[in-house]
Every structure is written in structure tokens, then in C-alpha cells.
T-cell receptor, first 111, second 115 residues
């Protein structure tokens, strides 16, 4: 039973355009959501997070939107750069520190 | 400041052997965790700790033991290795206690193969 789903295994975007990565969850107890980026043969690195008291959080080129009623969050990257090519994971937690990760979306930014 | 370090980087075991994956952090983080990453499965939490002397099970704890005797170290023990434990293992640490939205810092990973 996948509590955090990233239904798009891969996404290709032209350099300079917007990348939108989506994440759905089923557990209404999740209150904290985080996005990580992972390059091959490296550990994941943190990008941005949001708690359920907000519906948007922004950090430079990265914005996360949270729609609690739809149990959906999305990560927007604007403008996309070739260095953004990586696998992106969303993760969720209900305050128990038992983070549940999605299966990841591979983003390819085309130059 | 080394961040999160993991040893070894690679390991091959035979079925039934035991071993310990080492993890250390120098950021004085209370929270530490172990994940495994398998193809198509994302990262799955094995065990975690919210401070020295406190550990708890994650999503996939069977076949693994942990202990947390110091803030810095969080070793993961495989008791009797099985081929199903072939995976890439990541250790992470965070100042997330009380602030679950805080970032976790991940180590570079240990690639384990069990024959």
C-alpha cells in the first residue's frame, strides 16, 4: 500500500521552461512534506519543505504547493536548468519522524 | 565539518553472514535514520533514532538491528544476511526533533550485495 505516490516515473523539459513534479498521498495524518533531489551514486539532498498550515512555500527557483483537500503536492522549478536533471523524491511525515518516500520522478532538462 | 559519513562504500556478503554498516555525523543532530533504496521502490525507512539511547522501527525493520549509544554514531547491523537485503543503504541525520519539516542530511550510501 503506497501512501506516497509519484505517478510519473520520468519527465523531460526544455531548459528555461517550468518543471512540475507531482506527488499524491493517501494518509490524511501527514502534516509535513519534503522534496529531495538525488544524483546517481550520491545521497539525496534536501530542496524544500512545507507543513500543512501552509499551501505554498518558495525558495529561489523552487516552489512547493500543497492542496490538502486533494492530498496533492507539487514542486515547481522555474526556470529549469540542465543541472536540475536528477531523480526527485517527495516525502511525508505525520510528526512521528517515520518519513515515507515516494518512488521518485526522473527529471531530464534538455539544453 | 564532514557531515554524514558512511562506511564501507561497497560490501559483498554471503548468505548468513553478519555485518555492521557504520554511520557517523558531526552536526550534533538528535535525529538519525537508516533507509534502503531498491529499484522502483524509493527510499524506505528501516530504523530511526530521536536521540542517544532511543531507537524505533521504520517501515522495513526485519533483519536489522540498531543502537544509539552516542549522539554521533548510529550503526546498522545485519544479523544474518539474505539476498533480499541486497540494496543501497543510506544514513541520514537531522535537527528534525520538534521540527519534522527540517531537512535530513544524507550520507553517500553503502552498496551491499548478498550472494
Amino acid at each position: 500500500d503506497q501512501q506516497v505516490k509519484q505517478n510519473s516515473p520520468s519527465l523531460s523539459v526544455q531548459e528555461g521552461r517550468i518543471s512540475i513534479l507531482n506527488c499524491d498521498y493517501t494518509n490524511s495524518m501527514f502534516d509535513y512534506f519534503l522534496w529531495y533531489k538525488k544524483y546517481p551514486a550520491e545521497g539525496p539532498t534536501f530542496l524544500i519543505s512545507i507543513s500543512s498550515i501552509k499551501d505554498k512555500n518558495e525558495d529561489g527557483r523552487f516552489t512547493v504547493f500543497l492542496n490538502k483537500s486533494a492530498k496533492h503536492l507539487s514542486l515547481h522549478i522555474v526556470p529549469s536548468q540542465p543541472g536540475d536533471s536528477a531523480v526527485y523524491f517527495c516525502a511525508a511525515d505525520s510528526g512521528t519522524y517515520k518519513y515515507i518516500f515516494g518512488t521518485g520522478t526522473r527529471l531530464k532538462v534538455l539544453a | 565539518n564532514a557531515g554524514v559519513t558512511q562506511t564501507p562504500k561497497f560490501q559483498v556478503l554471503k548468505t548468513g553472514q553478519s555485518m555492521t554498516l557504520q554511520c557517523a555525523q558531526d552536526m550534533n543532530h538528535e535525529y538519525m535514520s537508516w533507509y534502503r533504496q531498491d529499484p522502483g521502490m524509493g527510499l524506505r525507512l528501516i530504523h530511526y533514532s530521536v536521540g542517544a539511547g532511543i531507537t524505533d522501527q521504520g517501515e522495513v525493520p526485519n533483519g536489522y538491528n540498531v543502537s544509539r549509544s552516542t549522539t554521533e554514531d548510529f550503526p546498522l547491523r545485519l544479523l544474518s544476511a539474505a539476498p533480499s537485503q541486497t540494496s543501497v543503504y543510506f544514513c541520514a541525520s537531522s535537527s528534525a526533533v520538534g521540527l519534522p519539516e527540517n531537512e535530513q542530511f544524507f550520507g553517500p550510501g553503502t552498496r551491499l550485495t548478498v550472494l
